[in-house]
């Protein structure tokens, strides 16, 4: 089945800093790749789609100079965040999807924790 | 716009019992719905999805869902519960902008 990786899956970084998650779809080309936030035991919002090669779409109420993405190849998208604060902190999860089509299936990454202290 | 609503934030049910997760939403064409679970520290796995045709739906685990377009609702089910059934479980509408519910917590007591 579709395999989508994420790393890493954990880190813990100080206020200030930047933080560079990685998504990766390791057996099919991800025309679209999503990124969710989701806060300890709530759900999961989407906060920006990306098309490889294209500039990502936001959602609403996401800054976009805070929250990079990058999808440069069909195969990868980074997020990274900006100046983390503690508020930053959270659990990101990055789906992905082969060609555009709304029927295919969006396969899931399996997080990453992010720390901000 | 579009977006789900899961009334139940937490359900306890006995290993054995069946079991009933509800999931509304709101969406102004023909909906693609999803369930999906997600165990402690773990990525989403998807159960099922419903995009057309039949309406009762079957997944993996033994889980199955029914679309009622008159209900605006996406309940899932499975007739006996197993204790490696307890988990998160969302149910998300949309493809291009996922939404989810808020999740119910799956609790099953042995």
């Known amino acids: 089945g579709a395999v989508v990786s994420q790393h890493p899956s954990w880190v813990i970084c100080k206020s200030g800093t930047s933080v560079k998650i990685e998504c990766r779809s390791l057996?099919?080309?991800?025309?679209?790749m999503f990124w969710y936030r989701q806060f300890p035991k709530q759900s999961l919002m989407l906060m920006a789609t990306?098309?490889?090669?294209?500039?990502?779409?936001?959602e609403q109420g996401v800054e976009k100079d805070k929250f990079l993405i990058n999808h440069a190849s069909l195969t990868l998208s980074t997020l990274t965040v900006t100046s983390a604060h503690p508020e930053d902190s959270s659990f990101y999860i990055c789906?992905?999807?082969?060609?555009?089509?709304?029927?295919?299936?969006?396969?899931f990454g399996p997080g990453t924790r992010l720390t901000v202290l | 716009a579009q977006s789900v609503t899961q009334p139940d934030i937490h359900i306890t049910v006995s290993e054995g019992a069946s079991l009933e997760l509800r999931c509304n939403y709101s969406?102004?064409?023909?909906?693609?719905l999803f369930w999906y679970v997600q165990s402690p520290g773990q990525g989403l796995q998807l159960l099922l999805k419903?995009?057309?045709?039949?309406?009762l739906v079957q997944g993996i685990k033994g889980f199955e869902a029914e679309f009622k377009r008159s209900q605006s609702s996406f309940n899932l089910r499975k007739p006996s519960v197993h204790w490696s059934d307890a988990a998160e479980y969302f149910c998300?509408?949309?493809?291009?902008?996922?939404?989810f519910g808020a999740g119910t917590r799956l609790t099953v007591k042995p």
């Open positions: 789906s992905a999807r082969e060609g555009r089509g709304t029927y295919n299936e969006q396969f």
């Open positions: 057996d099919f080309q991800a025309t679209t």
């Open positions: 990306s098309n490889e090669g294209s500039k990502a779409t936001y």
């Open positions: 969406y102004g064409a023909t909906p693609y």
């Open positions: 419903y995009f057309s045709g039949d309406t």
């Open positions: 998300a509408v949309g493809n291009n902008d996922m939404r």
